[in-house]
């Protein structure tokens, strides 16, 4: 007989998303001929930049041709994208990190998850709430809680609540975690982390020999020059924390697929003896064993995001979006909505009125405005009573939802 990995039958019903679906799809049913407008799941309008769209071409063609031909790739990405993502994300700020530390991947959905796996099982786990979802569901996934409770939170998992009140920023927890998930700027509250309260966290870890998990997805959406974009902007922060970054909403490849885990050289964690291990070289030996790498043309078409043009075509995309994001605040608290993010981040957290429940609201906005957002409880039991749209549209939906939404 098979039996099932029972870790599963703990997850709360469904993803967030394929609800949304699936009550969007009944409207539009039960409603032909009407626009919905969908302001929803987090994934980019603008098609890659004309910079990419040729390197992804030319890499195509080198596949085309005996002498250019490649078959298998370095599992951990070619030079050319790890050497060009340290020098330009990294170096260029300031923050040494080499080309060796860089872990190219299809996904940081994917590596966030399979990150747990080099990680023993005993560690304590805190994650903030509300955040992406993948974080919690992978942990359950990986056997490491228990049940889900009534209040919504799987047993064993630290939550960090992150409400109006803290700013939505965390704080640090009174048990003491090992594995600490940190997502900056904030999906789905916007929210960003200075540098202060970053090196709190870094310092955190230090002095209980703890890893950060640091997911970095938004970090080209800041737009506030004192905000660090990595986390190894603050000193120290090499020796506990780990970084992922994505090129889904920086450059739009959430349909072409290209991400990177940076794991530098002197992270270690422990075995039960107590003697240290380097981090990357499990996560190297992982890569290795369970993965062959992103496609040529793809890690071709993402160096070139690199170029002096590249980056010019990608920050206007970039901008585009946080126009939008600017006119969604803006008219969103004109309407008389208390409204949260949207300045470093390209979704606007906003409170529902009169007490209402994250998912009424959604459904009143669907019916009401034919409009489609996110309920904020589907990124955790604190997000409930709250709403994120999304910048992620077209310039002439964002001002049509706006207008319906101030005519409710
Ligand atoms: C969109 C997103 C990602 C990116 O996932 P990919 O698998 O690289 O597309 C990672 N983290 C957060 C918080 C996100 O919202």
């Not at 796996?117 to 992406?132: L, R």
């Not at 993010?341 to 409170?351: D, L």
């Amino acid at each position: 007989m098979a039996f099932i990995n029972e870790n599963y039958l703990k997850l709360q019903a469904g993803y967030l998303f394929p609800e949304i679906g699936r009550r969007v799809n009944e409207f539009v049913k039960a409603n032909p001929g009407k626009k919905v407008i969908r302001m929803g799941i987090g994934d980019v309008t603008q098609p890659l930049v004309p910079s990419v769209v040729k390197a992804f071409h030319e890499g195509v063609e080198e596949m085309a041709n005996k002498e250019s031909f490649k078959g298998y790739g370095p599992e951990q990405g070619y030079g050319f994208l790890r050497e060009a993502i340290a020098v330009n994300a990294f170096n260029a700020r300031g923050v040494d990190i080499s080309a060796d530390e860089i872990f190219i991947s299809d996904g940081s959905k994917c590596d966030t998850g399979n990150i747990q796996e080099i990680f023993g099982h005993d560690n304590k786990i805190a994650i903030g709430d509300p955040v992406y979802p993948v974080y919690a569901d992978t942990t359950v996934m990986a056997g490491k809680t228990g049940v889900c409770q009534p209040n919504g939170y799987y047993e064993g998992i630290i939550y960090m609540p992150c409400t109006a009140e803290n700013h939505f920023i965390p704080e640090l927890p009174t048990e003491t975690p090992d594995l600490i998930f940190l997502c900056f700027p904030n999906n789905p509250t916007g929210a960003v982390a200075s540098r202060e309260e970053l090196k709190k966290w870094v310092d955190y870890a230090t002095e209980n020999k703890s890893i950060i998990l640091f997911d970095a997805a938004y970090e080209a959406f800041i737009t506030n020059d004192s905000i660090p974009h990595s986390i190894y902007e603050i000193e120290g922060a090499k020796k506990v924390a780990l970084e992922f970054r994505s090129l889904s909403k920086t450059a739009g490849f959430t349909g072409t697929r290209l991400a990177y885990t940076v794991i530098p050289n002197e992270l270690v964690a422990y075995d039960k003896k107590g003697n240290p291990h380097q981090v990357s070289k499990l996560w190297n030996r992982r890569h290795t064993t369970k993965f062959n790498g992103v496609s040529y043309p793809v890690q071709k078409a993402a160096a070139a995001i690199f170029t002096e043009e590249g980056k010019k075509e990608v920050q206007a995309v970039i901008d585009y979006y946080m126009e939008n994001a600017r006119i969604m605040k803006k008219s969103l608290a004109e309407t008389g909505f208390e409204v949260f993010g949207g300045e470093n981040a390209p979704y606007i957290w906003v409170k529902t009125k009169n007490g209402m429940k994250s998912w009424e609201f959604f459904d009143k906005l669907l019916n009401e405005a034919n409009v489609v957002g996110t309920p904020g409880s589907g990124f955790g039991p604190a997000g409930e009573g709250y709403f994120r749209f999304s910048a992620f549209a077209d310039r002439e939906n964002v001002l049509e939802a706006m207008e319906r939404i101030k005519n409710l």
